[in-house]
């Protein structure tokens, strides 16, 4: 799966507006938000490239990822 510049582009100007809120809520917003086709991810590409990036990861980011995979999937 490739990811391009504006792709990242797009993740960057979602994370500023999810700024100042508590992690649960960021995470029902952006699952709403993949779900819905916002941002230009779909829930297959969301997890796709999450998966890619798990590795790189620390445990504390790991865990906050996983979170929004298993929101996605319900």
Known sequence: ME???QDMKRISE??????GKS???IIKEL??????GEGG???EKA???FKMILPLLT???KNKVKKLMDELRY
């Open 23 to 25: 992690e649960d809520q």
């Open 31 to 36: 699952s709403h938000m993949i779900r819905a």
């Open 14 to 19: 979602i994370a500023r507006k999810m700024k």
């Open 59 to 61: 445990a504390e980011q």
């Open 47 to 49: 997890e796709s490239m």
């Open 41 to 43: 991810l779909t829930p």
């Open 3 to 5: 990811f391009n510049t």
